[in-house]
C-alpha cells in the first residue's frame, strides 16, 4: 500500500479522490464523521438547496471509489515511521505499512475528568506511550481508557515496565476480545474505579480513587476513546498548535511523508476548508510518492 488516509470525513474523502484518481494506491480507514447526520448543510458550493451531512457524505465516499479508493470503517490504534522512512499503522485487526499518511481525523481528545489533571502534565500524566514510556521503567503506570486504544497502549508500555494497568474511568470496558485476551494473557488488570484525583509533591506519585482508596502511579498515560490527531502527532513527533497540527500551505508538516488536513490543523472548521485542505494534501502525497518512485528507479537503474 502506498497512501494511508486516516479519516474518511470531508478531508480524507478529498485528499483520497485526488491521490486515487491520480494513480496512487490508496487506502482510507476512518468511520461515518460526526456531520453524516441528519444535519442540514446550507453553506457548501454548489449546492443551492439544502443537502444533508449524510448525503454529502455519501457522494464523497461514492466519488472516492469510483477512482479505486479502498475504504474501510477500521480504526487506527497508532502510526510509526520504520527505519526505510515509510510508516506502520496498527488498527484494531492488522497492521498496515504505507509510504505516506494523511492524517484527516477531525478535532477530538477525550479527557478524564481529574480535577487536577492539567498540574502533573509533563509531571507523570502523558498522552504518549511511545514518547514517554521510557521514563518510567520498572515503575507502576495506569492506562486511563475503555477502548482498543487504550488496550493497545497498554500493551506497548509493556516494554518499559511488567506494573501496567487500565483505568476504564467508571465506563463499561469496550476492548475487543482478541484485546482482552491479550491483556489477559499480559496479565495487566482492568480497573472499572473512577480515579478523582493525583497526589505527589511535584511529580505524580498516587492516583485517589472516587471511594477513597489510593493507590502508586508514577506514569498516567491518557488513552481515552479513539485515537485522535493529538496523538498520532505526539507518537511521530510531529509539530503542533496546542491540539492541532501545524502544517505548511502545501499540508506538509514537519515529518516528510506525514500530512494532515481538515478540522485536525485547526483554523476556519468548515466542510469547504476541510475539502480545499484534504485536495492540497492529496496533491502533496502524490508529489512526494512519486518522487520516491523516481529516486528508486534511479538506484535500480
Ligand atoms: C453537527 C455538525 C454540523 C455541522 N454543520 C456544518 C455546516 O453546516 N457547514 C460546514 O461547513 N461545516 C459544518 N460542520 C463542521 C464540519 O463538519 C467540519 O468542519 C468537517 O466535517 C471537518 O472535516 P474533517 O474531514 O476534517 O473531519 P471530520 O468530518 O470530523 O472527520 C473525521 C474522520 O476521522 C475519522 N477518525 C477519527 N479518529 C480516527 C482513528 N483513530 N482511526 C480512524 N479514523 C478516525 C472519523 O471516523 C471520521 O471519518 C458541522 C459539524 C457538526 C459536528
Same mark, same amino acid.
Given at each position: 500500500?502506498?497512501?494511508?488516509?486516516?479519516?474518511?470525513?470531508?478531508?480524507?474523502?478529498?485528499?483520497?479522490i485526488?491521490?486515487?484518481?491520480?494513480?496512487?494506491?490508496?487506502?482510507?480507514?476512518?468511520?461515518?464523521?460526526?456531520?453524516?447526520?441528519?444535519?442540514?448543510?446550507?453553506?457548501?458550493?454548489?449546492?443551492?438547496e439544502?443537502?444533508?451531512?449524510?448525503?454529502?457524505?455519501?457522494?464523497?465516499?461514492?466519488?472516492?471509489?469510483?477512482?479505486?479508493?479502498?475504504?474501510?470503517c477500521?480504526?487506527?490504534?497508532?502510526?510509526?515511521?520504520?527505519?526505510?522512512?515509510?510508516?506502520?499503522?496498527?488498527?484494531?485487526?492488522? /497492521?498496515? @505499512?504505507?509510504?505516506?499518511?494523511?492524517? &484527516?481525523? =477531525?478535532?477530538? #481528545?477525550?479527557?478524564?475528568? *481529574?480535577?487536577?489533571?492539567?498540574?502533573?502534565?509533563?509531571?507523570?500524566?502523558?498522552?504518549?506511550?511511545?514518547?514517554?514510556?521510557?521514563?518510567?521503567?520498572?515503575?507502576?503506570?495506569?492506562?486511563?481508557?475503555?477502548?482498543?486504544?487504550?488496550?493497545?497502549?497498554a500493551l506497548?508500555?509493556?516494554q518499559?515496565?511488567?506494573?501496567?494497568a487500565?483505568?476504564?474511568?467508571?465506563?463499561?470496558?469496550?476492548?475487543?476480545?482478541?484485546?482482552?485476551?491479550r491483556l489477559?494473557?499480559?496479565?495487566?488488570?482492568?480497573?472499572?474505579?473512577?480515579?478523582?484525583?493525583?497526589?505527589?509533591?511535584?511529580?505524580l506519585?498516587?492516583?485517589?480513587?472516587?471511594?477513597?482508596?489510593?493507590?502508586?502511579?508514577?506514569?498516567?498515560?491518557?488513552?481515552?476513546? /479513539?485515537? @485522535?490527531?493529538?496523538?498520532?502527532?505526539? &507518537?511521530? =513527533?510531529?509539530? #503542533?498548535?496546542?491540539?492541532? *497540527?501545524?502544517?505548511?500551505?502545501?499540508?506538509?508538516?514537519?515529518?516528510?511523508?506525514?500530512?494532515?488536513?481538515?478540522?485536525?490543523?485547526?483554523?476556519?472548521?468548515?466542510?469547504?476548508?476541510?475539502?480545499?485542505?484534504?485536495?492540497?494534501?492529496?496533491n502533496?502525497?502524490?508529489?512526494?510518492?512519486?518522487?520516491?518512485?523516481?529516486r528508486?528507479?534511479?538506484?535500480?537503474?
Amino acid at each position: 500500500m502506498k497512501l494511508l488516509v486516516i479519516g474518511a470525513g470531508p478531508a480524507g474523502l478529498s485528499a483520497a479522490i485526488y491521490a486515487s484518481r491520480a494513480g496512487i494506491e490508496t487506502l482510507v480507514l476512518g468511520c461515518q464523521p460526526k456531520v453524516a447526520g441528519n444535519y442540514d448543510i446550507d453553506n457548501y458550493f454548489g449546492f443551492a438547496e439544502t443537502i444533508s451531512g449524510q448525503e454529502l457524505i455519501e457522494r464523497g465516499l461514492a466519488q472516492a471509489k469510483r477512482f479505486g479508493s479502498d475504504i474501510h470503517c477500521e480504526r487506527v490504534l497508532s502510526v510509526a515511521q520504520q527505519a526505510n522512512g515509510g510508516f506502520l499503522a496498527k488498527t484494531e485487526s492488522r /497492521e498496515i @505499512s504505507v509510504q505516506a499518511v494523511i492524517i &484527516a481525523t =477531525g478535532v477530538s #481528545r477525550a479527557r478524564p475528568s *481529574i480535577e487536577n489533571l492539567r498540574d502533573y502534565e509533563g509531571r507523570g500524566v502523558s498522552y504518549c506511550v511511545s514518547c514517554d514510556g521510557f521514563f518510567f521503567r520498572n515503575k507502576e503506570t495506569i492506562v486511563i481508557g475503555e477502548g482498543n486504544f487504550a488496550a493497545n497502549q497498554a500493551l506497548e508500555l509493556l516494554q518499559y515496565t511488567p506494573l501496567v494497568a487500565i483505568c476504564t474511568q467508571g465506563n463499561r470496558p469496550t476492548m475487543n476480545e482478541d484485546f482482552q485476551r491479550r491483556l489477559g494473557d499480559a496479565k495487566i488488570d482492568v480497573i472499572d474505579g473512577r480515579i478523582t484525583r493525583l497526589l505527589g509533591d511535584g511529580f505524580l506519585t498516587k492516583a485517589r480513587f472516587a471511594d477513597g482508596s489510593e493507590r502508586t502511579v508514577w506514569g498516567l498515560f491518557v488513552a481515552m476513546g /479513539e485515537a @485522535s490527531s493529538a496523538d498520532f502527532a505526539n &507518537a511521530l =513527533g510531529l509539530e #503542533r498548535n496546542g491540539e492541532f *497540527i501545524q502544517v505548511d500551505h502545501h499540508q506538509k508538516t514537519n515529518v516528510p511523508g506525514v500530512f494532515a488536513a481538515g478540522d485536525c490543523t485547526g483554523g476556519f472548521l468548515q466542510i469547504a476548508v476541510a475539502v480545499g485542505e484534504g485536495a492540497k494534501a492529496g496533491n502533496s502525497a502524490i508529489k512526494y510518492i512519486r518522487e520516491l518512485r523516481k529516486r528508486s528507479r534511479t538506484l535500480d537503474g
